[in-house]
T-cell receptor, first 114, second 111 residues
Framework: EAEVAQSPRYKITEKSQAVAFWCDPI?????LYWYRQILGQGPELLVQFQDESVVDDSQLPKDRFSAERLKGVDSTLKIQPAELGDSAMYLC????????????FGQGTRLTVV | QKEVEQDPGPLSVPEGAIVSLNCTYSNSAFQYFMWYRQYSRKGPELLMYTYSSGNKEDGRFTAQVDKSSKYISLFIRDSQPSDSATYLCASRMDSSYKLIFGSGTRLLVRP
């Protein structure tokens, strides 16, 4: 069964260091999302791509976060420098661009900033 | 006020019970309503989605949307210990694929 792949599954980093997460969506899915989920809360959208273009990054803290999807397939989310408050689960999701269906999520990357 | 509100629980029920999980929302433009199940340390898994008002059934699960009261429900019949998870409701507008999530309700089904 096709799934959204994310790596790493877990990451511990020190405050002020750089960290990067990778996502490979389901093949053929044009729309890719990065969500952040703080413990005990629901996921919140950070950035949404349609192919290689950013559709919505209004909630992305652009002073420290960046996201790219250069060839419209896999995507990288970077944080530099990491802060203690960035500790959370970072979830990638994808959906087909043309079908009326909802998003499928990966297993997430759990980030701990110490 | 959050656009989608959900009681965090936890909700503890005995095996075999009927479970009712609920959300309210404030944005009248929401047209799509989803329920995701999330096991500990895993990503959310799509259970069901509905468009506008009405009911949708899938096995032991029934999703219900009442747009007049802005109320979303998920019913689980014959609940099993394997149903123990956090249930997230989510909504979106017709013109956007941005999902707005509730905070999740933690469900525990006791054997």
């Amino acid at each position: 069964e096709a799934e959204v792949a994310q790596s790493p599954r877990y990451k511990i980093t020190e405050k002020s260091q750089a960290v990067a997460f990778w996502c490979d969506p389901i093949s053929g899915h044009a729309t890719l999302y990065w969500y952040r989920q703080i413990l005990g809360q629901g996921p919140e959208l950070l950035v949404q791509f349609q192919d290689e273009s950013v559709v919505d990054d209004s909630q992305l803290p652009k002073d420290r976060f960046s996201a790219e999807r250069l060839k419209g397939v896999d995507s990288t989310l970077k944080i530099q420098p990491a802060e203690l408050g960035d500790s959370a689960m970072y979830l990638c999701a994808s959906r087909p661009g043309s079908q009326n269906t909802e998003a499928f999520f990966g297993q997430g990357t759990r980030l701990t900033v110490v | 006020q959050k656009e989608v509100e959900q009681d965090p629980g936890p909700l503890s029920v005995p095996e075999g019970a009927i479970v009712s999980l609920n959300c309210t929302y404030s944005n009248s433009a929401f047209q799509y309503f989803m329920w995701y199940r999330q096991y500990s340390r895993k990503g959310p898994e799509l259970l069901m989605y509905t468009y506008s008002s009405g009911n949708k059934e899938d096995g032991r699960f029934t999703a219900q949307v009442d747009k007049s009261s802005k109320y979303i429900s998920l019913f689980i019949r014959d609940s099993q210990p394997s149903d123990s998870a956090t249930y997230l409701c989510a909504s979106r507008m017709d013109s956007s694929y941005k999902l707005i999530f509730g905070s999740g309700t933690r469900l525990l089904v006791r054997p």
